[in-house]
């Protein structure tokens, strides 16, 4: 609601008009209860409450009504009736239940309908074993029959609304499932995506970066304290964060957004509760894979995760020693001494340290330039997220040094993320010790035409993802399909790798593509270190490829051959692009060996006689067709 003041002058005479603007929004509306067990005979009523609409009952009257099972239906005083509550409600009596049904109240305006459903679960006495009422991570269930998921309200400083199902054991009796708090919205991280809604409407009173470091800080303190599916709109929102950077954000924004993103999914991963539903698993794999190939230069991510205040001590020795390292170097280029290095490093200087950029070369005294202009626009980002930053150092120096080659992400402690191009044919990659966890990768790419043709127009890009305790979120056994058909059952034993081929045209590098390749063309050779298979029961370890990691019996162990070397350590040789798992599968042993066909003694004798009837005939039949041919 706001009231623009427009003024006219016209000869020194003014004249000022206003208008009252007035935002209309939907109601706002609540049922009590959302879900409720009942016995048959009993009798409930439920509110239906329309609180803090004031502003909107202002301008339109709300109106109710009640559906049961999506139908309208009549009033009787007997069964159900329903009548409005001054100033702003509605209550369902229902008296002697017989049958379960869905009740929805409906409350609308002039802008749109809104509706919310009780569930009402009918039982008879004493016919099933039922859950009894609990109280868990601060919400009330009440007493509900196995079946349809209970709904209840989210806990204090959550909005939305949680569910819990009652299951029935094959023993007779119930037991409560964990909640799912997936529809549950921090209070704070809904302040959070109000802001970047308002940033993807085209209002600029923030930044895709303040958002995303806001969203950091959340999650770096609550990761410890998550609800069950509690990240589920986390990762919704910084998949919309994603998207929204991926169309309208500058190479510079994603590059940070990137690293970012990643810190805030290591947080999520730290917690094996945070997530707990297969499209949530299925956008955290998205999202790594996204903001590794955003991640190209380590400048950009030694930028957004630098703390933007220091001291002013800090900053003058970080000014004199980026005084001395570049004096050194302009010594060492008067004097012609020239030294190879084994590893290739970007020095990203800003403040006092640019005095030195006299000693540089052009082309590194541009970059440093431009690096140093990024660093002051990051660092008093940072003092603005920080509110204001009262210790901030203004005009302080840093020097960053980092290792461009090398892109692994030490710092991360669920993820390890190696991203590099393929700029020759053949083309070898080994990574071993920490990068992926212990474990040892190697991709070989043979030389071909086809990608001959792919390298002279666009660029290759090579990423191994490995995912310390991915498997944590994925069921425990599945049941999965491969070329022998005794293996049956599969549990996920080691950690979860992927490695993807992507290309990018020169010409528009934000535009890549999934490249795959044939067998032929080259594989990866995985060497996992995995869970020893159990000593009783026939147990093995195969190696199991995907293109992602789901809830769904997808996974296939007849695409990669699997090499044994220890009883913890096992090679899998793959395609190039996927997801790879060591997996441990009980054999059937109870399968009838298949015992060769007996072949009778006469069918043998009577094929002996047909060929040699056929041999007399020959014989008989050449003389005559040589008559001919002479003839």
């Known amino acids: 609601m706001s009231s623009p003041i427009v003024e006219v002058t016209d000869w020194g005479i003014e004249q000022c008009r206003s208008l009252h603007v007035h935002i209309k929004t939907p109601p706002r509306l609540r049922v009590d209860p959302a879900s409720v067990t009942l016995q048959r005979g009993d009798s409930l009523r439920v509110r239906c409450l329309s609180p803090g609409n004031d502003d909107i009952k202002r301008y339109a009257q709300l109106g109710y009504s009640w559906t049961r099972n999506g139908v309208l239906f009549q009033s009787n005083p007997a069964t159900v009736m329903w009548e409005d509550l001054y100033p702003d409600g509605s209550i369902l009596k229902i008296n002697n239940i017989?049958?379960?049904?869905?009740?929805?109240?409906?409350?609308?305006?002039?802008?749109?309908?809104?509706?919310?459903?009780?569930?009402?679960?009918?039982?008879?006495?004493?016919?099933?074993?039922?859950?009894?009422?609990?109280?868990?991570?601060?919400?009330?269930?009440?007493?509900?029959?196995?079946?349809?998921?209970?709904?209840?309200?989210?806990?204090?400083?959550?909005?939305?609304?949680?569910?819990?199902?009652?299951?029935?054991?094959?023993?007779?009796?119930?037991?409560?499932?964990?909640?799912?708090?997936?529809?549950?919205?921090?209070?704070?991280?809904?302040?959070?995506?109000?802001?970047?809604?308002?940033?993807?409407?085209?209002?600029?009173?923030?930044?895709?970066?303040?958002?995303?470091?806001?969203?950091?800080?959340?999650?770096?303190?609550?990761?410890?304290?998550?609800?069950?599916?509690?990240?589920?709109?986390?990762?919704?929102?910084?998949?919309?964060?994603?998207?929204?950077?991926?169309?309208?954000?500058?190479?510079?924004?994603?590059?940070?957004?990137?690293?970012?993103?990643?810190?805030?999914?290591?947080?999520?991963?730290?917690?094996?509760?945070?997530?707990?539903?297969?499209?949530?698993?299925?956008?955290?794999?998205?999202?790594?894979?996204?903001?590794?190939?955003?991640?190209?230069?380590?400048?950009?991510?030694?930028?957004?995760?630098?703390?933007?205040?220091?001291?002013?001590?800090?900053?003058?020795?970080?000014?004199?020693?980026?005084?001395?390292?570049?004096?050194?170097?302009?010594?060492?280029?008067?004097?012609?001494?020239?030294?190879?290095?084994?590893?290739?490093?970007?020095?990203?200087t800003s403040g006092a340290a640019t005095a030195a950029g006299n000693?540089?070369?052009?082309?590194?005294?541009?970059?440093?330039?431009?690096?140093?202009?990024?660093?002051?626009?990051?660092?008093?980002?940072?003092?603005?997220?920080?509110?204001?930053?009262?210790?901030?150092?203004?005009?302080?120096?840093?020097?960053?040094?980092?290792?461009?080659?090398?892109?692994?992400?030490?710092?991360?402690?669920?993820?390890?993320i190696y991203m590099t191009s393929v700029k020759t044919l053949p083309f070898n990659l080994r990574i071993y010790g920490d990068d992926l966890f212990a474990d040892q990768l190697y991709m070989d790419i043979g030389l071909s035409n086809r990608l001959l043709n792919i390298m002279a127009n666009s660029t290759i890009f090579a990423s191994v993802i490995s995912y310390k305790n991915l498997k944590s979120f994925l069921p425990k056994t599945y049941y999965t399909r491969g070329s022998d058909p005794k293996e049956s059952d599969y549990i996920l034993a080691s950690r979860i790798l992927q490695t993807w081929l992507f290309q990018s045209n020169r010409s528009n590098d934000n535009l890549r593509e999934p490249l795959d390749l044939p067998f032929e063309a080259g594989h990866v050779e995985i060497i996992f270190q995995h869970e020893v298979a159990p000593k009783e029961g026939d147990w093995v370890a195969v190696c199991g490829h995907d293109y992602k990691a789901s809830f769904e019996s997808t996974w296939r162990s007849d695409l990669c051959i699997t090499k044994h070397l220890m009883a913890n350590i096992t090679r899998c040789i793959c395609p190039l692009s996927g997801t790879y798992v060591v997996m441990l599968t009980k054999r059937n042993n109870n399968s009838q060996p298949v015992s060769p066909t007996q072949r009778p003694l006469f069918v043998i004798i009577s094929c002996a006689c047909g060929l040699l009837q056929s041999c007399s005939a020959f014989l008989i039949l050449l003389p005559i067709w040589f008559n001919r041919k002479c003839a």
């Not at 269930?141 to 349809?148: D, E, L, V």
């Not at 590194?364 to 626009?377: G, M, W």
């Not at 009262?390 to 030490?410: F, H, P, Q, R």
């Open 359 to 416: 000693a540089m070369s052009p082309a590194r005294s541009s970059a440093t330039a431009t690096n140093s202009a990024l660093a002051t626009l990051l660092r008093n980002d940072g003092a603005t997220l920080g509110g204001g930053g009262s210790g901030n150092a203004v005009g302080g120096s840093s020097i960053l040094t980092v290792d461009e080659d090398s892109l692994s992400l030490d710092r991360l402690n669920s993820l390890r």
């Open 98 to 348: 017989q049958k379960s049904a869905e009740y929805t109240c409906i409350v609308s305006n002039t802008v749109r309908p809104v509706s919310k459903s009780v569930y009402i679960t009918v039982i008879d006495r004493n016919a099933v074993r039922v859950c009894h009422s609990d109280t868990l991570y601060g919400v009330r269930w009440p007493t509900s029959a196995p079946g349809a998921a209970i709904v209840a309200d989210c806990p204090r400083g959550f909005e939305g609304h949680s569910r819990r199902i009652c299951e029935s054991r094959d023993t007779g009796n119930s037991t409560w499932l964990l909640p799912d708090f997936a529809l549950c919205v921090h209070d704070q991280l809904l302040l959070i995506y109000n802001k970047f809604r308002a940033l993807s409407a085209g209002y600029q009173q923030t930044n895709s970066s303040a958002i995303l470091k806001a969203c950091f800080a959340y999650t770096a303190k609550r990761h410890k304290r998550f609800l069950p599916g509690e990240a589920g709109f986390l990762i919704d929102m910084l998949h919309e964060v994603d998207t929204y950077l991926q169309l309208k954000g500058t190479q510079l924004e994603r590059e940070m957004a990137a690293e970012i993103i990643l810190h805030i999914l290591d947080k999520v991963m730290q917690n094996t509760q945070s997530l707990n539903s297969q499209q949530q698993i299925k956008k955290l794999q998205l999202l790594t894979q996204s903001a590794a190939l955003n991640r190209e230069t380590i400048a950009a991510s030694q930028l957004a995760t630098s703390t933007s205040s220091t001291s002013a001590a800090a900053a003058a020795a970080a000014a004199a020693a980026a005084t001395a390292d570049n004096s050194a170097i302009s010594s060492a280029s008067a004097s012609g001494a020239s030294a190879s290095a084994t590893t290739t490093q970007t020095e990203i």
